[in-house]
């Protein structure tokens, strides 16, 4: 039987978060073995601005064979300070024990933890780090690098309740909390203070500062505190509620908080059982003008004012927009819910992180939980439960995507829970410049619509590659499709508006790994593989997965691809449906 050899070349993010595989699937000598080229765990880091005046947070890959580490041991100046499985600071890890305390999940593939916060220092002081692996005998096997770290200053406090900020969740407080963010001095924190609920329209941050937001920071529902009225072409456009564009010239920008940004997008049901996670009342252009709140104002204005329904609707603000920025923090126990349209927006925004935050925003209609365009992302140990998919890549579309667009280049995602949500981590649909570089590890999905999702169609050209997806558990893959891995060329969005010139080349999904994941329950195909006639999807490799409660793999126009110890339900008697397909090798061996 012919199998692939597996190498791989190495390249470091452009925020030293860590090392991500570069691989690729060529044919080999026959007999040959695949082998992988991981990094070790002497990659310590401290993340983009993952640290303030008491604490700072840690961050650090798997050692190569990892299989034999159950913890690692944590030392600050030189002593023993905790351990990475008993860290409680993160939001996603209380969803985590209890999932695998669940007797139901006691095949689920085991995750690693590798983050930890460190708290309770001294500001303005340096502290060095370094991390031990331990095994299963309690022996510490490996050590990291050291890194050397210092905690901030304390911060000069701009409280917009002493810029006229009345917090009172029915007083407009948006000219006190801009004037608190003007004033705001290099360094500064913005506070919107807990026990307070601020109403706002859309508030213009900046660099070097952080907005943090312990009350509730609430939508206004008026559409006129939103619109960009000093733009003379389109009367019609929208601010987000948070928004910034730096045009490359800032940089710095924290938004954390252990309160709520609410966008008030929405009407609100009962809130789900099990988690206690938000839900809004069914959200679509068909329900917008009765379930809607801002979205429903922002609506009939636009359709007022002689713009289609399509167009109309498709001018629902984000939460938060910030474009061509670089370091830029979000989290430590922030809630972002309820968007009128999309919860994070990125764009040409570099050395993001996403750490220990709450994206609750279902079933708001396109309320994808981060969309990202870019370089340099991190997203650990946060919570997503999200109207639409949980962290999306999108690098353009059409021709001027082709010509005109950089990359979506390098993304780690690890040590995060994934609720509901259409795809936890997604390419596409807009492919056209190329997604490249993401390693997502060490999740744990559980009512998700897909773990692993890419999606284009023929007009949008580009595509994604090189992607390791691995060590994960996903549970109840329901929502949306319900198919617990996509690659497709034929997607749509009766949603979007407004045409675009063609690509001149067809989308591609290549050099991809998913590896060590257990599956239990879909609501269609396993994994489905959706290439074109002029364009085959090639040279993804399923290594050690299990499917359980799940439908047969449907795949067609792939080629040069390999599925290893990949398993089925016993009932299910051929596990494959597969067309226009080229050297496709299966080996359960």
Known sequence: MKKYKLTSRIIIFPILICLILFFYFPKSQKNSEESLILSSCDNLIVPTL??????ITLAWHKQTNS????????????????????????????????????PSNSSAVNISSHSFKVSGLTPDTSYSFIVKAVDNKGNEIAESNKVIQSTEKPSKIFNSLDYGAAGDGKTLDTKAIQSAIDACTPGGQVLLPSGKTFKSGSLLLKGNITFKVDGTLLGSGNPEDYLKNNNSRDKLANY????????????????IGTGTIDGNGWRQAA??????????????????????????????????????????????????SIRNMK?????????????????????????????????????CNNGDGIDFNGKGLTVLNSVFDTGDDDINFNAGKGDDGEESSTPVDNAWIFNNYFGRGHGAVVAGSYTAAWIQNILAEDNVLNGTG???????????????????????????????????????????DSNSAGSFKPAKTFPQFKHILVSNCSVDTSKDSSILVAGLKDSYHEDIYFKN????????????????????????????????????????DFDND
């Open 50 to 55: 993952a640290y303030d005046d008491n604490s």
């Open 67 to 102: 299989s034999d580490i159950v913890d690692y041991n944590i030392y600050m100046d030189g002593n023993l300070i905790g351990n990475a499985n008993n860290s409680s600071e993160f939001k996603a890890k209380s969803l985590i024990e209890k999932f695998y305390n669940d």
């Open 240 to 255: 987000s509620l948070l928004y910034i564009n730096a045009n490359n010239k800032e940089e710095n920008l924290k938004i």
């Open 271 to 320: 809130f789900e059982n099990e988690y206690g996670f938000p839900n809004s009342l069914k959200s679509s252009l068909k329900t917008v003008e009765e379930n809607g709140i801002l979205a429903a104002n922002q609506f009939k204005l636009c359709k007022t004012n002689g713009l289609s329904e399509t167009d109309a609707y498709s001018r629902r603000s984000n939460l938060i």
């Open 327 to 363: 370091n830029i923090y979000f989290g430590d126990g922030l809630s972002f819910i309820n968007p009128s349209r999309h919860t994070i927006s990125l764009s040409n925004c570099n050395d993001v992180v996403l750490n220990n935050a709450l994206i609750k925003t279902f079933d």
């Open 450 to 492: 897909s773990g692993l999702r890419c999606k284009s169609s023929a007009r949008i050209g580009g595509g994604a590659k090189n992607i390791v997806f691995r060590d994960s558990a996903l549970k109840n893959i329901v929502d949306g499709e319900g198919k617990p891995f996509i690659f497709t060329s034929n997607y749509s």
């Open 545 to 584: 997965i299990s499917f359980k409660g799940t439908k047969p793999a449907k795949i067609t126009y792939m080629k040069d691809s390999t599925f290893k110890n990949v398993t089925f339900d016993s009932n299910i008697k051929d596990p494959w449906d597969i067309t226009n397909c080229k050297t496709l």
